[in-house]
T-cell receptor, first 114, second 114 residues
Framework: AQSVSQHNHHVILSEAASLELGCNYS??????LFWYVQYPGQHLQLLLK??????LVKGIKGFEAEFIKSKFSFNLRKPSVQWSDTAEYFC????????????FGKGTKLSVIP | ETGVTQSPTHLIKTRGQQVTLRCSSQ?????VSWYQQALGQGPQFIFQ???????GRGNFPPRFSGLQFPNYSSELNVNALELDDSALYLC?????????????FGEGSRLTVL
């Protein structure tokens, strides 16, 4: 069974600091990778995704992630965080075409201090 | 807003009871998935419905069952409730015909089992 590990449970940053959230997955075959975000009081929504091609993918609100196949990693980055980035971030992996089953990590809570 | 609506938003049940949770999918989406999110955990896949049939299931016992209706709305039923069933239950819809892997989540139904 595949699994997803997110290394940080809670990250606290000041505004303008750079962000990197770690994500590693266990599945050895072809995967699709996602980062979802949940802002306080809101539903889960897609931040960015990787299916194929350029391993550096860009998402909404200035976020990007890099797929490193040899390391089974898909880390999320942002050069300069804002207070509005305070949220919980979930890494997820999907394996197999035709299925929408996502395996999620436990999530990383990001708190940005003004 | 994603267009995915869930009801009820909160409910309290006692151990051994049965519960039904409802979900209306986003317009144009014919696939519905259900996830369980326990406190401090990421969402965990329960099952997926497409064309009114279950076509994928996670590691959940048979007392978790579901239905999908011709209008693509869905129900999640849980029998013989246990304390560990206390969680946020998320419904997500997606268009099976376009395998983007992006799920559109509702805000969830929070179930407390006493």
């Amino acid at each position: 069974a595949q699994s997803v590990s997110q290394h940080n449970h809670h990250v606290i940053l000041s505004e303008a600091a750079s962000l990197e959230l770690g994500c590693n997955y266990s599945y050895g075959g072809t995967v699709n990778l996602f980062w979802y975000v949940q802002y306080p009081g809101q539903h889960l929504q897609l931040l960015l995704k990787y299916f194929s091609g350029d391993p550096l993918v860009k998402g909404i609100k200035g976020f990007e992630a890099e797929f490193i196949k040899s390391k089974f990693s898909f880390n999320l980055r942002k050069p300069s965080v804002q207070w509005s980035d305070t949220a919980e971030y979930f890494c997820a992996v999907k394996s197999g075409a035709g299925s929408y089953q996502l395996t999620f990590g436990k999530g990383t809570k990001l708190s940005v201090i003004p | 807003e994603t267009g995915v609506t869930q009801s009820p938003t909160h409910l309290i049940k006692t151990r051994g009871q049965q519960v039904t949770l409802r979900c209306s999918s986003q317009s144009g989406h014919n696939t519905v998935s259900w996830y369980q999110q326990a406190l401090g955990q990421g969402p965990q896949f329960i099952f997926q419905y497409y064309r009114e049939e279950e076509n994928g299931r996670g590691n959940f016992p048979p007392r978790f069952s579901g239905l999908q209706f011709p209008n693509y709305s869905s129900e999640l039923n849980v029998n013989a409730l246990e304390l560990d069933d206390s969680a946020l239950y998320l419904c997500a819809s997606s268009p099976m015909t376009v395998n983007t892997g992006e799920l559109f989540f509702g805000e969830g139904s929070r179930l407390t089992v006493l």
